[in-house]
């Protein structure tokens, strides 16, 4: 009997997720856990391990029940995962050495100010690793466990300690241990590596005090790294594919060739156009980061990010008090016609890609006698398309410098994405289509793609691509004027929120 289902788990930073796929794309069985958010000190953000694996193994086995299918019935798991978050641990013991540091963890920006004031640093890890130095990345983030658990430095030189991101942690949990790996979408969050070779950067390693025998092995992202330890699920399975979860999106939406773009449509959003194989750092304030690899040659990706999209619906819901639900706000925005000339500029946290202000706040702007919080609710929606606009203008133009094709259509995924009135918009603001497929888990359904790849259910990303579906497209609607004009009242409005 061939074995036509593939596992995939998605391990998020909030919750862990197992989705049992069918080969033709239809979810069979899925199941879900939140696992504890621990902040230790303002600007820090932690998790434990430990408690991680426990969730991804209990859900995995949850959804394997669910779907009434065997071990011996998966062709292979796919992992996909939170990207940059960090785990150290001991080998001989499998412990880790401390909890893992987040993506979102600011604790490095010291030691990130002393490598930008370090004379070529910042210029060699952009031409190297597509990159700017920031605490976002996991280099910085070792570098702190090294230098803060107690006798980490020399326990590393004794080979005695691993290094890994969340998929490299729970690959060794599902080895039992054998395989220490990583894939190169993942390695190449960690600003220590040369994603132009696919190797692990020597002169970087030197730059960060960080040894290389606590690395994981680096691979293409569909590759079989392993079995899983037969005690877990009555059977060994192939682990055949390892993503970070936005290059994972990339390839579950089936953008697999140069100009094609997903944007995710989350508490943030992440956008990502596919670059080729030609690599360029981005003269327009975005990184240049591998996509997910299915073979030897390297690939790339446009990647630009959004600090607050979907979150901004929470602040109308919990600070605002402006509704009760977030699904209340669809329903509230379009009681009124358009937004009034009220501009909402989210800028909570400051400004993300391609503005980068870290000082920007939140401003709205354009109120009169009649605005109401209607007004202001679709001011706040509208926010998100005009930011995902702002970094796809951007995009196209790296796009242009490195000879990429002109976007013909974006491809949407994310919890907004079902609001049909952004969908809208956003497609009326960029002047080309939106497309939001039928599949909308597609971070998960990148993984199970990749794995099956890698173990031959799929012949190729041909049968992949032909197995995309639309479940509907948005055509623009607005003249190009009007939504250039639209664009500079939303430039105008930063302006002001980014003003000293």
């Known amino acids: 009997m061939p074995r036509d289902h593939l596992l995939a788990l998605d ?3 909030s919750s862990s997720r197992a989705i049992v796929f069918h080969r033709d794309g239809r ?87 002393q490598l930008r004031a370090q004379p070529g640093a910042l210029d060699l890890i952009r031409a190297d690793t597509g990159l700017v130095i920031d605490p976002y990345f996991s280099g910085t983030k070792l570098r ?27 690959l060794w949990k599902l080895t039992g241990g054998r395989v220490h790996a990583t894939d190169v979408s993942n390695a190449a969050r960690t600003m220590m590596f040369d994603v132009r070779h696919n190797v692990w950067d020597h002169e970087l390693l030197k730059l960060l005090h960080v040894p290389d025998s606590v690395l994981p092995e680096v691979h293409p992202s569909a590759h079989v790294f392993g079995e899983t330890d037969a005690a877990l699920f009555g059977a060994p399975i192939p682990i055949a594919a390892l ?50 690899q299915t073979g030897p040659t390297p690939e790339f990706a446009l990647e630009g990010s959004v600090f607050i999209g979907g979150a901004v619906v929470q602040w109308l819901r919990d600070g605002l008090k402006a509704i009760q639900r977030s699904t209340d706000v669809q329903g509230l925005a379009a009681s009124v016609a358009d937004s009034g000339g009220v501009m909402f500029v989210p800028a909570f946290t400051g400004m993300g890609a391609p503005y980068w202000n870290a000082d920007a706040r939140g401003a709205i702007v354009g109120l009169t006698r009649g605005s109401t ?20 203008q951007a995009m ?49 359904l990148g993984a199970a793609y990749l794995a099956g790849l890698a173990t031959g259910v799929y012949a190729g990303r041909d049968e992949l691509a032909a197995q995309w579906r639309v479940e ?20 105008r409005a930063v302006r002001q929120a980014t003003a000293p």
Not at 40 to 69: C, K, M, N, T, Y
Not at 422 to 428: C, E, P, R
Request: proline fraction near 4%.
């Open 11 to 13: 391990q998020g930073t």
């Open 373 to 392: 919080v209607a007004h202001i609710a679709r001011a706040a929606v509208e926010s998100i398309a005009f930011q995902s606009a702002a970094l796809l």
């Open 396 to 444: 196209q133009a790296d796009a242009r410098a490195m000879g990429v094709a002109e976007l013909t259509e974006l491809r949407v995924d994310g919890g907004a994405s079902v609001n049909d009135d952004l969908m809208q918009f956003q497609a009326d603001l960029l002047g080309v289509p939106v497309a939001r497929p039928k599949v909308v888990e597609t971070t998960a």
């Open 472 to 491: 509907r497209r948005f055509e623009p609607a607005m003249g190009r004027d009007e939504a250039a004009a639209r664009m500079a009242q939303w430039e």
């Open 243 to 292: 993503a970070g979860d936005q290059q994972s999106a990339l390839f579950g939406q089936a953008c697999f060739t140069p100009g094609l773009a997903k944007n995710t449509y989350g508490t943030g959003c992440f956008l990502l156009m596919h670059a080729g194989g030609h690599f360029r750092p981005s003269a327009h304030g975005l990184l240049t980061t591998s996509a997910a």
């Open 27 to 113: 979810i069979v069985a899925s199941a879900q856990r939140e696992f504890t958010q621990h902040f230790p000190q303002p600007g820090w953000v932690e998790h434990d391990a430990d408690e991680i694996w426990d969730s991804q193994l209990a859900v995995a086995r949850e959804a394997l029940a669910a779907s009434g299918l065997q071990a011996q019935d998966i062709a292979a798991i796919g992992i996909t995962n939170q990207r940059e978050t960090t785990v150290l641990w001991d080998r001989a013991t499998s412990r880790p050495v401390h909890r893992a540091i987040v993506w979102q963890d600011r604790r490095t920006e010291p030691l990130c100010a």
């Open 144 to 170: 702190w466990l090294l230098d803060h658990v107690n006798g980490a430095h020399i326990a590393a030189a004794k080979g005695r300690l691993a290094f890994g991101t969340v998929d490299s942690w729970l």
